[in-house]
């Protein structure tokens, strides 16, 4: 199983990363209740993907994504290959901080922690090994850490305006933004070297967000490649001191 993600390639483990499903270190599948067995087939989208986003439905989803400057929540990350019959599981907790970056710190089904700050991203395993990779090492990865950092923000800041100038935009709601319904907003890379890397990404939630799907082809397309990672206990808040102490790993990690 491990040999199957190790061929993941660079640029891919990259633009997953900044999309929030970076943990693509290698998991096992992890025994829970709770957990599906199988994700959705990707053909659900394909009626979100054949509609457009007008600028009031993107206007009124700001305001249900807008938790301000720093969000922390709960993830549980399932992603699927097609050369294997269950998904792997992994579990853990981020922060997002429009100044400090982003944490990523696994814990399920062993512990890791990632950090994206400043176009690098750092990674510490549980062996306490740190490993520093700069997203400008390449054109593509350049472009990447250009790119999806804005798509953090919308996510978890509210900030949708900026993608419709590097996404084609979907969205499919059941009810009205002014009440619970739920939605979905589509997006589809219009660079080639993003697309290339994930075809299509699906953002879903009702109130707040609650999971973001990444397709490694058109929905259409069966069997592929997907991620689903579900947030749960969103909160906001200033930084704390443990908080602040664990994006000191980074600054750590960059002294000669």
């Known amino acids: 199983m491990n040999s199957v993600l190790a061929k993941s390639s660079a640029l891919t483990k990259c633009a997953l990363f900044l999309c929030l499903a970076f943990a693509l270190i290698s998991s096992q599948p992890l025994k829970a209740e709770t957990l599906s067995d199988k994700l959705a087939a990707p053909g659900v989208y394909q009626t979100l993907f054949s509609q457009s986003a007008d600028t009031a439905q993107l206007v009124g989803l700001s305001q249900k994504l807008n938790l301000g400057e720093t969000v922390r929540g709960q993830f549980v990350q399932s992603r699927q290959l097609k050369v294997l019959k269950k998904p792997l599981i992994s579990q853990g907790q981020f ?7 982003l944490i ?20 510490r395993d549980s062996q306490d090994r740190v490993q520093v990779s700069k997203a400008d090492a390449s054109a593509s990865a350049a472009a990447m850490g250009d790119l999806l950092p804005s798509l953090v923000r919308a996510m ?44 299509n990404m699906v953002l879903e939630g009702g109130d707040t ?29 200033k930084l704390s001191e443990t908080e602040l102490a664990q994006y000191a790993v980074a600054i750590e990690a960059n002294k000669p």
Do not use: C, Y
């Open 209 to 237: 967000l609650q999971s973001l799907v990444l397709l490694s082809a058109a929905p259409s397309v069966s069997p592929q490649d997907m991620t689903r990672i579900d947030f749960s206990a969103l909160s906001q808040g």
């Open 156 to 199: 978890l800041g509210g900030d949708i305006s900026g993608l419709s100038e590097n996404f084609e935009l979907h969205f499919l709601i059941t009810e009205s933004l002014n009440t619970d319904g739920q939605w979905q907003l589509g997006l589809t890379p219009k660079d080639p070297l993003m697309k290339k890397a994930i075809a």
């Open 104 to 123: 990523w710190q696994q814990i399920k089904p062993f512990e890791s922690l990632l950090i994206l700050k400043d176009k690098q991203l750092i990674q």
């Open 95 to 101: 922060i997002f901080d429009q100044t400090q970056g």
